[in-house]
């Protein structure tokens, strides 16, 4: 894989230093500024693959860095190794603004230094000025335990509105008057949840110690047709990445013609539309635009390497198909893959470590995976997790104990995630199912081998017994007893015809069984009883088991 980078993110959303990149939302980017520097807290919502993240990254977090130190934090899914939202918070400052400020030891000694108003406060005294704490996805916040979640509420509202907290008031006394001075600058941070629209009712859990919380909420809609056209031609016709690294991007420049970008974008309307619960699309999202123009790029980077890629023109024609658009990306990925073992162990990572459905409600949401519990798994290894990552199918974060922790990329796999298990699933049960049917054939076929030796030593044993016993009484009384030697030769045959049935019966009733068809078996045993009409048991048996093939259908004609 190359290490140039690409135009369009694909399954990532767009990250600060894309910023040049990121095109279609400059009214958006507009108000939300404007409205994050006027309150004090903001609710960026918006269906999921709109494009919410990448807007504060890339679009207005750029924009305010000379006002504001941006902390983003952003929570994953709970697990039992999970930081708390409160920890998870104050790691994040420490990574972006490390304390190196000794004006503020003072407050190690009447302050709790793991509340976030303390920390926050520390580097404020460091000249750090104004913060913008940002929380992406913080749906995920619902997944915390209960005491976790309050403590969280409590600190966020003591950042947000308390100037200096009680306990530090009450010892006042013993502070000087620069320490005074410096507890009385009041602390200017401003918080930014970014949460999907179907999870607002996450954020009415916090309403009891932050009421206003929902008061500035700012919902992120769909591009509109100009926007996506910007979105999907501007991207292409960069000559380098804007970012003055002085590189170039893995594709050449290309373009696209009207009539290519007026099919495109109906067919991401369309597309947008298939989802369950769809509502009527006046736009497109923001995602599938992404994910389709990667494949676009895709197959001109294929074609520049080929000889062919000079004054690239997209026409309509060579659009890639929309049906199945993240179906295909998901199994194209995998199948990409060089080796057969590792694409059958990303899969079973994937789809039943990293997915998971709620029983009670049927929600399905992506998990967490520390990287020391995944690369436990067979044929998984960091290099493996990091290509995966390069793939877009995974993002990871850093934990408390030096690894990462990773999880799908985005909530827009989780649907083709689950469809691939399903399939994954039903092509290994077909799979049982037919080793048992297999065990279960070599099983009758030696039972019916061993049967058919005890049957034929019987019958053996049975026609020496019956032949010596007939010439003893032949020899002894040759005309007088020819009449009763006859009646008893006839009475062997038919033991031995009643051995022969019996056994023919038990042979077809192990077939049956086993659900195949004994009509070989069951012809024999039709021609014993017509030799022998008298003999009702014969026919009662043969109807018997006849009765038995015609209920399972098992000898259709």
Known sequence: MSD?????????????????????????????????????IVVLFGKSGYGKSSLLRAGVLPRLKDIFTPIVVQLGAYQPQSLSPVAKSLAQLDA???NRNTASDFMEDISDRDTLWHQFKVRQNAGKGRFLLV???????????????????QQIAELLYTRIPQNIRDQSDTLTGDQLHLLAVPLDVKIVFIIREDRLSVLDGLTDKIPNVLHKRFRLRQLTDA??????????????????????????????????????????????????????????????????????EKMVIGRHRKGNGENIVIAPADLPPFDRLFEDYYNNKIEALPNADEREAVRRMIEDE?????????????????????TGLPFVNDALLKRLIDDFLLR????????????ISHDTLVAPVLKAKE??????????????RKEQEIMLAKERQKRRKATILAVCGFLLAAISLGATFIAIEQSRQAKKAKTKAENALLDLNHALFNDLQERAEIIVFGNSCPMELVEKMREIARNYPEQASFQTKLNAIETTIAQKNLCPR
């Open 96 to 98: 972006v603004v490390p």
């Open 396 to 407: 990871s974060e850093p934990n408390t104990t030096g690894g990462f922790n990773y999880e």
């Open 4 to 40: 140039k980078p690409r135009r369009y993110p694909g399954l990532n959303y767009f990250k600060e230093s894309q910023q040049g990149q990121f095109f279609g939302r400059d009214d958006e980017i507009e108000d939300l500024q404007a409205l994050i520097a006027t309150e004090k």
């Open 227 to 296: 926007q996506a056209r910007e979105a999907i031609e501007k991207p292409a016709a960069l000559k380098h990445p804007p970012d003055s690294s002085g590189g170039a991007f893995e594709s050449p420049v290309f373009y696209y013609s009207p009539d290519a970008v007026t099919a495109l974008i109906n067919g991401l309307k369309k597309e947008s539309l298939t989802g369950a619960g769809a509502e009527h699309i006046a736009g497109v999202e923001s995602f599938l635009l992404q994910v389709y123009c990667e494949n676009i």
């Open 423 to 436: 399939q994954r699933q039903r092509m290994e049960q077909a799979a049982e199912e037919a080793r048992q």
């Open 354 to 374: 990293l997915v998971k459905v709620d029983p009670a409600s049927g929600i399905a949401y992506r998990m967490s995976a520390d990287s020391r519990r995944l």
């Open 135 to 153: 929380f992406d996805q913080f749906e995920e916040f619902d997944s915390y335990p209960a005491i976790e979640k309050t403590t969280f509420k």
